[in-house]
């Protein structure tokens, strides 16, 4: 079936960039998608990326995708301490929900 | 707007004990679902629905029952709690392809 991998924690200096990494195995998917989860929050959604794009930059937000390598990055700049929250890389097939894969989830610390 | 709302918030258990997680949106959105959380295993699907009257199983519905009566309202039931069910739980709604996630209830079953 499909899977998604990420790193499971991250640390950076406040000020630094961060990069986060997601792989993922289904060659059909549509959407590959960042979800930012604060502690003892739900899962909020940060950008996404078709599939046909290899960049997205929103503000301090670049996200590439790899998809030959299938290969997928989030790209933090000027890292605040606001930033400290776990990242989900997800890709989507397209259509409802239930074909939505979700990775672990990264957890970026960011250091003062 | 309130967006997804989950009540309640925290729930601690009794194995063999059953409850309702409510699950709740203003967005008239057709599409909801559930998903756990686990450490180091990132969402898993336990059931969805496209639409009042119709559910379907997600990856995990083993223990949960759901129903969808109505637009808004989207519960989860656990018929009989088991320790495995210890999680995060997360109600959804979906509006073309981007998902929309509810504050999740924290389940701990003793």
């Known amino acids: 079936g499909e899977d998604v991998e990420q790193s499971l924690f991250l640390s950076v200096r406040e000020g630094d960039s961060s990069v986060i990494n997601c792989t993922y195995t289904?060659?059909?998917?549509?959407?590959l998608y960042w979800y930012k989860q604060e502690p003892g929050a739900g899962l909020q959604l940060l950008t996404y990326i078709f599939s046909n794009m290899d960049m997205k930059q929103d503000q301090r937000l670049t996200v590439l995708l790899n998809k030959k390598d299938k290969h997928l990055s989030l790209r933090i700049a000027d890292t605040q301490t606001g930033d400290s929250a776990i990242y989900f890389c997800?890709?989507?097939?397209?259509?409802?929900?239930?074909?939505?894969?979700f990775g672990p989830g990264t957890r970026l610390s960011v250091l003062p | 707007n309130a967006g997804v709302t989950q009540t309640p918030k925290f729930q601690v258990l009794k194995t063999g004990q059953s409850m309702t997680l409510q699950c709740a949106q203003d967005m008239n959105h057709e599409y909801m679902s559930w998903y756990r959380q686990d450490p180091g295993m990132g969402l898993r699907l336990i059931h969805y629905s496209v639409g009042a009257g119709i559910t379907d199983q997600g990856e995990v519905p083993n223990g949960y029952n759901v129903s969808r009566s109505t637009t808004e309202d989207f519960p989860l039931r656990l018929l009989s709690a088991a320790p495995s069910q210890t999680s995060v739980y997360f109600c959804a709604t979906q509006f073309v392809d981007t998902q929309y996630f509810g504050p999740g209830t924290r389940l701990t079953v003793l």
């Open positions: 997800a890709e989507g097939s397209g259509g409802y929900g239930q074909n939505f894969v």
């Open positions: 289904d060659s059909s998917s549509t959407y």
